[in-house]
Each structure stands twice: as C-alpha cells, then as structure tokens.
C-alpha cells in the first residue's frame, strides 16, 4: 500500500502484478489468491479506466447504523482501470453515470490524508 | 458415508513478534499458510476445504477472511469460520480434524491467527467484562466488586492461582520455575516470541508483581502471529509422508463461567481452578481414542498456560498426575525436554500468546514433536502419544486432542 | 447422503424489531422449545453449535454466555460465526465424524442492539475501502444490482416484484416482522430511494430472534416422528468484492453444484419442489434462481416474470416471505432451513405448498453474498 500511496503523491497510479499468472491488482495486493504468489511485480497503470458498476448513493450511512438522507444524490462508482484486473470504488464526478463509461482518476497529490489522495473520478474525454 | 482416519501432514508458522508492522494481517496469515503448504508438499489446488478463527475484537476486522482469505488460498474453495475465544485456534484445528473425519472433504487446511498490534487486545477483552458489567448493574452489584475483574485475562487468572495454590501445594516458587522452563525451551524454538536462554526462577522471581501472586514474569506477552496447519485422510497421509501425525480424537466441554453474567448465566459457586470441563474433555479424548491410562500412555502435553500456574493445574486436570501433585513433578524435572512426559517444549503460551492461534499452536506443536520436526527443542523420548489443549471464554471452556503416530483403531 | 442425518426438530422465535427479552432469554426460548419438539432431554444432546457474531453481539466470546441457555452446559459446544446454516454444516461433520449421535443448533442476533449497517463495513478491506467511507452492506449490494441488471437485463421493476411478492407470502407468516399482502411493484419502487436502484423496501428486515434445530443420526433420526433428511450439502467462497464480477453469484453456482452431486439432483428446476432463498437484498434472489440453475444464466427476469417462484407456481421461493419479513442476520439461514422442513412435514399452515418432497435452503455470509451454503433436503 505504502508504494500506491508514494505514487499518487507523484501523480502515478502504481499497482501489483503476479508473476505467476500476470494478474495487477489495484489497489495493489501483496499475495495473489489465484496462484497463490507474492504480487511483487510493480507497473504503473493509466488514470483511465471504465466503469464496471455504479450506484446514485441518496443515503449515508450514520455513525448509529441508520441511513441519513445526504442533500445532494452522488454517484459511486467500481472502476476497473485499463491494464487492472481488480476494481476501485470511488465518487464519480459527473452528471449521470452508465456501465462501460469512461473515466479517469482524479488525483490530489498534496492530500494530507493518503487515503485521499485518490480524490475521485471524472468523465474521461 | 465412511468415516475418515485423521492425520496432520503439514504445519507452518509465521514469525511471532510483539508487533508486525510490516505486513497487514492477510500478509501474516500468508507466511504461516505458504511455510504449511511447503512442508505438506500440497499446493492450494489439493484443499478441498478451509477452516479459519481468530478473536475478530482484537483487530478490529470483522470476518477478515472476507477481504484476506484469497491469501491462504481460499479462492473458489468452501471455507467455515469457527470462534470461540481463546480456544479458538483449537476449536479451529478441531473444525478441520470434523472436516476430514466426517468424509465430507479429504485435504482441509486450518489457518488461526492474531496480530493484536492492529487492536487492543484488553479492550476487546474488556468488552466480555462490559457487557457483563452491564448486567451486574442491573443486578444491582457493587461496582467496586466489579473493578476487581478489570485488566482483561488477569483479573480470573489471580483469583485462580491462589486457589490452585491453595489447594495443591503449590509455591511462588513453582511458578518461577515454570516460567524460566518454559522461556528456556522458547529460546530453542524458532517461532517463539519471548526467548529468555538461561533464565533463572531467582530472575523471574525480581519482576514486577502485578497482583499477588502473579509477577510480570508469569504472564505471557501479546504478540502478533499466525498458524496453519493440513489435516488429511489417512491413506493420504501415508502416501505425502513417512511420518504423519495422526488425530486421534477432539473433545470439548463448556462450563458456566465463574463469574456471573446475564440473565442468570455464570455462577460464583464454581471454583476457577476446578476446571471440571476439562477433565471432562480430556476423558471424553481419551476415552475416543482408546487411551486407558492416560499417566502411562501420554508421552507429551502442551497445556494452553498463558499464566504460569495454569501449566500445572491443567497437567492436573488434563489426568496426568493426581491433583495437587504437579508442583512435585515439576521438581522432578519430568516436564523437561529430557523427562518423562516433557511439557510446553515449545515454550508454551506464557512465551508466545497470539491468542487466536495459541490453542493450535499447541496442537501444532504436538504434531510437529510426533513427526520429529522440532530441532533444537525435539524431546530426547519419542513421542507416541501426545495432548494438545486450549481454554478460553473465562476459564470456563476447554478443548482437547489427541496426536499419535499410529491411526485411531 | 442417504439417510444419515435428519433435521428432528427446531424452533423459532417470533422476529420483531425491538424484543423484549436479552438474546440468552430468545435462546432459551428456542432450545426448550427444540428439545421439547424432538421429545429429548438436554442430557441426551452429544454437542452444541452456536451461530453468533463478536460485532453484532457486542461482546468477545459472544457464545462464552450462551453455554447455559443453548443447553451446552458441560458439553462439547462450538461456535460458528457465520450464518447459521453453516453452523448446521459443522453440526452434520461433527455427526457425520461418527464422534457425535445428536446435536443441537442454535442462531441468534438482535438488530435492536447493535448499530445497523456500521458491524458490516468492518468486513472491507481495511486498507482502503473500510477507511474511504462510500461502501456499506447497502451500497455494495447497490453495485451489485446495478452490475446483474446490466449483465442480465433485469428491471428494476423485477426486482421490486420480488420483494412484493415476498412481502406478500409473509402475510401469510404469523412470525413475519414486515408483511403486506397487498404489496405489488409500484408500492416497493414509490419507497425511499436509498443506493439506486435499491430502496427501502428492496431491503431484508434486520431485526432480533433465534432459531434452533437439532440433527441426529441413526436410531434417533430414524424413530424421529418426520424426520426431514439432509441429502445434500455444498459450500463456497468467492474473492473480495472487487476482486471479483459482481454481476454473478459464483460461489453460490459453486456451492450448489457440490450439493446437487452430493444429493443426486441434474435438474434442478424439476427435481426440487420448494427454495428457501437468503436474499439480503431482493435482486440477490433473482441471482439465485440463475446460480441455483432454476433457469439460464440471465434470464432470472424472465423466470420471475413466468410465475414459477410465486407460492402457487412451479417452484415457490420464499413462501416464507424469505429474508425481506425478517432477517436475523447469524439464523437467516437456519430460518431457510426450519422453513423448508416445515414445508416438507406439512407444517406450513396456510402458506402450506402442495406436494414438496424436495426442498432447497441457502444461507450466505459477508458482503455481496461472498460465501455462499445450500442445502438439499428431503422427507421420507
Ligand atoms: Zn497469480
């Protein structure tokens, strides 16, 4: 996770490959479950990806387990970047969304937080 | 359908430490299961099933075999996710032992694991002591009664030491003596935490008391590790190795807590060093696999001590000498990797506690002495028969198993 | 399996939102009522599986307090914490080992005390997805439907008949927490919006309750007064939830197929007359259907849309009203289960289907339906 994080900080979306099997996880993982291998192997992948699946979230989920109406609807949304066997969910930014669409990572790489450094995704052109 | 013989043909361990910052608990769990399969010879593609525990509090994960079980090779296979506190690395090596035995899988691995550097470990014992603090309120129990079980584990492993004190003979001496044996054999093992060579009973009697009589040097660290192990058919087992270790039997018994919780469970009137559940699941072990004489025929034990005191009342209550006589056979030098009926020659968990794993660990090592895979710390007598037990929940549930290197008849 | 272990008896607690009585108290009341039932007395039990959750009970060692009430007391007792219908799965190995002649299971959680949909995000990966805060039980399950929808061209219209009509069956379910019998679509897609496509009453009904069931073997099963056999059993485990397609439920593909070769069944849609479905969400039943194989890969609408899986179709789901009337999150699938030996017995009552023989009960554990059980059962 630590070598994901330091790539976005430079503006680089970097993933685990299989050396065995040749699946990239991203986010990256260190072991791959399908041949039980060490994902050692690191490649930097492209912003762009499509979207798998998607959802309109009009609830969050409160700190009591409840759903609390959220004001503005926003959309969430799986993405599989091109090259990535695995999917990332994150808020879309767009009007609507669509399965298949195109889209491409939004990166802040001055994030204090690492875990938002991955700000969100926007319609790719 | 037949019932299945049951043998261990691989065992794997992750590095024990305090605190594993550099791995998240899939990457811990990942060590102990690949050192397994290489051991066994086996690739994920040979388990037909897995089975895994570990106390979900202490992480903060719920059902973390969600998101880390593709680590052990899970993908695709039917995986039972067994806990039950401190037993739970004996529930789950149990669940893999039921697994084969019943026919329904041939090749099952177990995975238990810890890595309480993720959470607090006190606090999610706290929270057996919150809930029932809850009801004693209710009850309307004085709450400086209730302080007195504060401190997670340690608070029923004082009142339990002084009454096994009590009733056996047992000295502050004894329980010197069974800490520096058993930090003495951690030193030979590779996979132990606390390694103390040379350790003297006068050295642990110089640590802190922490509440009479339990001293700093009785209790055992927490640490961060994981354990695997392959359970399989017999005739299996004999083709992958020379050498299986195999499962006799597993027993356990559930007692009512010695401390009163809701609605009326629990109970003062038992005495914490009773251990009437153990003896119960030792019989029940014994009896299924044929043992009459338990004294004569064990050749090893590996009680679940992480207080020292424990290590010599559950020799007691697992049937292996009378009761009150362990202290005298820990004089004896008997407990020894040397003596007769060797005891903890792993280090037990006084050395090495990840508490989800502890109890297989103990059922691991077992195995590991009856297939002469131990190194350094393999006993000098070869280990025919050998008893690996757990207790969890407030002293108040046990397990047991068997391990032998010739099949249940 | 041929009539090796039998389901005897069980018992159930009434589901309500907010019970009033402890979960120890609901445990009692079903493990009585189990023993009564089988016309056994606790001393005769051989060995206890409990099915309980750390998370949702609030507690370590959830089942450290259940020892006395589920009758485990000096017994050998275990804890399966996972749906309920696994900790059945551990009760027929332990029998099935030989060890072990009659056992007892029990399953309980109670929604009224622990924090809704907060226990699950403790199952993402805690990394990243835990710590970023968009998914929960319902948001995934969001993505899940909208990822089947696209895969299979279901509607959102199919998916809240699904619920209708299971809202409906459970009118008819005197132990239901949420019914309606006059439910149709148009009443499910005019509730709350919360994850599109999924609304409220698409939602199961988290709520408090306990089930048991006690198994035996041999001559307890056979003198057993309608024992209902278990004839097959499978289970299966998929990948992390973006790791893999949500657009199908493969380990529940997986896991049928080893109890369909386990219980002699090639076609299922003709050979099981009833199925219990555990469907958090209602489009998750709908996957079923085509993961059950009751219908190709893809046209579950289309199956939906038939009549079959209605009460007086070819093969009824969740005459029960399923996991969309109550869902007690560590015995939904034990609540399959009793259902479905219910239906088998005759003892169903007015939601009573003719004729079954052969019923079919599923339970799943984790996020997305990751792990997946289904059980074949069947009567004389
Ligand atoms: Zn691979």
């Not at chain 1, 609830?59 to 990535?84: F, K, Y």
């Not at chain 3, 056994?40 to 060692?61: F, P, Q």
């Not at chain 3, 226990?119 to 319902?138: I, K, S, W």
Request: charged residues 20%; glycine residues 10%; aromatic residues 6%.
């Amino acid at each position: 996770m630590e070598r994901f994080f330091d790539g976005m900080r430079e503006g680089k979306l970097m993933a685990s490959r299989c050396p065995g099997c040749g699946r990239v996880f991203l986010p990256p993982r260190m072991v791959c479950e399908r041949c039980l291998t060490r994902a050692e192997d690191w490649v930097e992948l492209p912003l762009t990806g499509s979207v798998e699946t998607f959802t309109e979230a009009h609830v969050r989920l409160a700190p009591d387990g409840t759903l609390e109406d959220l004001e503005d609807p926003e959309l969430i949304a799986m993405v599989r970047h091109d090259g990535a066997d695995t999917c990332v969910a994150a808020r879309l930014d767009a009007p609507q969304a669509a399965v298949g669409m195109r889209v491409e990572a939004v990166l802040d790489p001055g994030a204090e937080n690492v875990l938002d450094l991955l700000s969100c995704y926007r319609a790719a052109e | 359908m037949a019932k299945n013989e049951v043998a261990v043909v691989g065992v794997g361990l992750s590095k024990h430490v305090s605190k594993r910052r550099d791995v998240n608990i899939a990457e811990l769990v990942w060590e102990a299961v690949s050192a397994c399969y290489e051991d066994a010879g086996l690739k994920p593609k040979d388990i037909d099933a897995f089975v895994t525990g570990n106390m979900p509090a202490f992480e903060g994960v719920n059902l973390p075999e969600e998101w880390g079980a593709g680590h052990w090779g899970a993908y695709g296979k039917p995986l039972l996710r067994i806990t039950t506190g401190g037993t739970t690395g004996g529930s789950v090596a149990h669940g893999g032992y039921y697994a084969v035995a019943s026919g329904l899988c041939d090749t099952v691995m177990a995975v238990a694991f810890e890595k309480q550097s993720d959470g607090n470990s006190t606090a999610g014992l706290n929270t057996v002591a919150i809930a029932d603090a809850a009801a004693q309120f209710a009850l309307g129990v004085d709450p400086g009664f209730l302080a007195a079980f504060g401190g997670g584990a340690v608070g029923v492993a004082v009142y339990q030491a002084s009454s096994y004190m009590k009733s056996s003979g047992c000295t502050t001496h004894h329980l010197d003596k069974v800490a520096a044996l058993c930090r003495n054999n951690a030193a030979l093992n590779p996979y132990s935490h606390l390694k103390q060579p040379g350790l003297t009973p006068e050295d642990v009697a110089k640590t802190v008391l922490m509440q009479y009589p339990i001293r700093f040097g009785h209790v055992c660290p927490a640490t961060d590790g994981a354990c695997a192990m392959i359970f399989t058919t017999g005739e299996k087992a004999r083709k992958l190795t020379d050498k299986p270790a195999y499962v006799l039997s597993v027993a356990s018994c559930s007692d009512e807590a010695a401390m009163v919780g809701i609605a009326g469970s629990g109970t003062t009137n038992v005495d914490p060093c009773a251990q009437e559940s153990c003896k119960i699941a030792a019989a029940k072990a014994y009896e299924l696999a044929g043992i009459k004489d338990p004294r004569r025929e064990i050749d090893l034990a590996e009680p679940y001590a992480p207080f020292a005191h424990q290590l010599l009342m559950f020799y007691e209550r697992l049937l292996l000498c009378d009761e009150g006589e362990a202290p005298s056979v820990l004089d004896s030098g008997s407990m020894n990797l040397d003596g007769e009926l060797p005891v903890c020659p792993s280090g037990g968990v006084i050395s090495t506690n990840a508490i989800g794993a502890s109890a297989m660990e103990r059922v691991a090592e077992c195995a590991l002495q009856i297939m002469g895979k131990c190194g350094e710390r393999q006993v000098k007598k070869e280990v025919h028969k050998a008893v690996a037990h757990g207790w969890g929940g407030a002293v108040n549930l046990n397990v047991v198993a068997v391990l032998s290197d010739t099949p249940r008849r | 399996m041929d009539k090796e272990v039998a389901i005897i008896a069980y018992a159930q607690t009434p589901y309500e939102a907010d019970a009033n009585a402890s979960r120890e108290m609901q445990v009692l009341q079903v493990a009585k009522a189990a023993l009564e039932a089988a016309g056994l007395k606790r001393d005769e039990l051989d060995t206890v599986i409990t099915a309980n959750n750390d998370y949702l009970d609030g507690r370590t060692i959830s089942n450290m307090r259940l020892v006395e009430p589920s009758g485990a007391w000096r017994k050998n007792e275990s804890k399966v914490e996972m749906d309920g219908a696994y900790a059945v799965l551990y009760a027929l190995m332990r029998i099935l080992s030989g060890d072990h002649g009659i056992a007892m299971v029990v399953g309980e959680s109670q929604a009224s005390v622990y924090a809704g949909y907060v226990p699950g995000t403790m199952m993402l990966d805690p990394t990243f997805d835990r710590q970023r805060g968009l998914l929960n039980e319902v948001s995934a399950a969001a993505l899940q439907a909208r990822a089947y929808m696209h895969a299979s061209g279901v509607t959102e219209e199919q998916i809240a008949g699904v619920a209708a009509k299971n809202l409906g069956n459970a009118a008819k379910n005197p132990l239901a927490l949420r019914s309606d019998a006059g439910a149709d679509a148009a009443k499910v897609l005019a509730s709350r919006m919360l994850y599109s496509p999924i609304r409220e009453l698409m939602t199961s009904a988290l709520c408090d309750g306990a089930c048991a069931i006690i198994l035996a073997s041999g001559k307890a099963a056979t003198k057993a007064e309608k024992p209902v056999w278990i004839k097959g059993v499978g289970f299966s485990h998929d990948s992390y939830l973006t790791e893999r397609s949500l657009s199908r439920l493969t380990s529940l593909k997986d896991a049928a197929s080893r109890c369909y070769s386990m219980a002699g069944i090639e076609n299922p849609a003709s050979q099981i007359d009833l199925a219990e479905v555990h469907e958090c969400f209602a489009h998750e039943e709908l996957m079923a259907y085509e993961a059950l194989g009751f219908c190709p890969e893809g046209e579950g609408g289309a199956f939906f849309d038939s009549g079959a899986t209605r009460i007086d179709g070819s093969l009824p789901v969740n005459a029960s009203g399923g996991a969309m009337c109550a869902n007690v999150v560590c015995a939904a699938g034990m609540a399959r289960i009793i259902e479905a030996s219910m239906q088998i017995r005759g003892e169903a009552g007015e939601r009573q289907v003719e004729g079954v023989k052969t019923a079919l009960a599923h339970g799943q554990t984790g996020i997305c339906a990751q792990e997946n059980i289904v059980f074949v059962l069947g009567g004389e």
